[in-house]
Every structure is written in C-alpha cells, then in structure tokens.
Antibody, heavy 120, light 107 residues
Framework: EVQLLESGGGFVQPGESLRLSCAAS????????MNWVRQAPGKGLEWVSA????????YYADSVKGRFTISRDNSKNTVYLQMDSLRADDTAVYYC?????????????WGQGTLVAVSS | DIQMTQSPSSLSASVGDRVTITCRSS??????LNWYQQKPGKAPKLLIY???NLYSGVPSRFSGSGSGTDFTLIISSLHPEDFATYYC?????????FGQGTRLEIK
C-alpha cells in the first residue's frame, strides 16, 4: 500500500528556515510527480509546489517562489521542501501528495501532514 | 492563475438529502477538474477525477459532471459519514488551484 510520511515540521521564528521531508513507499517513486499542499488553520487548501518524477522540473506557487525549494532524492524515495525566510502567513499543515496515473493527474494519495508554525 | 469558485461556501442538510455543490473556473479547463473530501484533522481524499470519473472505492452516491468552466458534485443521498468539507481542484495548468471549499453540515 502507498504510504507518504511527512516530517520536519515545528515552531520557528519569522525569517528562519525549515526543511520538510516526505518519505514514500508502496509505489514506483520515480514514475510520479510529487506535490506539497498546505492548509492554514481553519482555511482551505493551497498548492505550494511540485517536482517531476526525475526531479528535473519544479513548479511553485507565487506565494513561495524564491523562498521555498522543492527537491527529491529518488535513491531514498523522499521529497523535500526547503523553506527559507519563513513568514507568519506560512503557518499551516503541510501535506505531501502524489500525482496519480489517472487522466488529468489528480492527487490520489496524501500524507498525514506536518505542522509548521511561524511566530515571534 | 485560474481561479476556482465554489458555491455554496457552506450547506446544511439532512441524512438522505440530495446535495449539489458547484464549482466554476475563471477560464476553460476542459475536464481537468477533481473533487476531494476532507474531514477535520485528516488529509483530503480524492472522490472524482476528470470531472465525472468516480475514484476507486468511492461510493456510487457521489457523481460529478461538467466541462469547460462549470462543474457539479452531487451526493444523491447523504450518509452520516458524508458530512465534511469538499474542494474542487483544477489540474489544467500550473499553478494548480483549489476552490475555497464547501462545508457540509448536519441540519
């Protein structure tokens, strides 16, 4: 069975950095793009970033472009989100989500989420 | 960016009711539209993909329709476990965007 396990969340001050990890299992990791989606407390879902299966292509929401970097280590079946210059409005639960092989590539598996809280 | 607008934002209904949630995109997205269900404290779950395709394991009381800019999620007869928040998502172009959500509450 597919499993996605996020880690690395925590409490940080504005301007600090954090790196999230998402360890994947149960599928051919290199075959699928991976995504990060976040949800601020009491708010809706916001797509943050995506990386292609090979890692050669990356995509970002405007709200994080230039501050966050997505990457993957296909030898470890892990995707990362390096978050720099964190701001209070980055506070959210961060989910990693797998692209599906289905037409239009919805997200078919999600991790349980990891909380990032940015506050002084 | 493609804007996704759901209506209503919240909805009260009873077990057994038929419920309709709509989603409108700011530009033509063909059928690149997906629906998710999220319960409090849990990750979202895929319900419908490509506007009208039921994801594996999802009960047949859920259905989706639409293309272009207007889409609909229908729950034909509400079960107690269906009370949750529903999100539409476009996967037509980056950045991927979600609707603001529709919270379905028990009347």
């Amino acid at each position: 069975e597919v499993q996605l396990l996020e880690s690395g969340g925590g409490f940080v001050q504005p301007g600090e950095s954090l790196r999230l990890s998402c360890a994947a299992s149960g599928f051919t990791f290199t075959s699928y793009a991976m995504n990060w989606v976040r949800q601020a407390p009491g708010k809706g879902l916001e797509w943050v970033s995506a990386v292609s299966g090979s890692g050669s292509s990356t995509y970002y929401a405007d709200s994080v472009k230039g501050r966050f970097t997505i990457s993957r280590d296909n030898s470890k079946n892990t995707v990362y989100l390096q978050m720099d210059s964190l701001r209070a409005d980055d506070t959210a639960v961060y989910y990693c989500a797998k692209d599906s092989p289905l037409v239009v590539a919805p997200f078919d598996w999600w991790g349980q989420g990891t909380l990032v809280a940015v506050s002084s | 960016d493609i804007q996704m607008t759901q209506s209503p934002s919240s909805l009260s209904a009873s077990v057994g009711d038929r419920v309709t949630i709509t989603c409108r995109s700011s530009q033509n997205i063909d059928t690149y539209l997906n629906w998710y269900q999220q319960k409090p404290g849990k990750a979202p779950k895929l319900l419908i993909y490509a506007a009208s395709n039921l994801y594996s394991g999802v009960p047949s009381r859920f259905s989706g329709s639409g293309s272009g800019t207007d889409f609909t999620l229908i729950i034909s007869s509400l079960h107690p476990e269906d009370f949750a928040t529903y999100y539409c998502q476009q996967s037509f172009s980056a950045p991927i965007t979600f609707g603001q959500g529709t919270r379905l509450e028990i009347k």
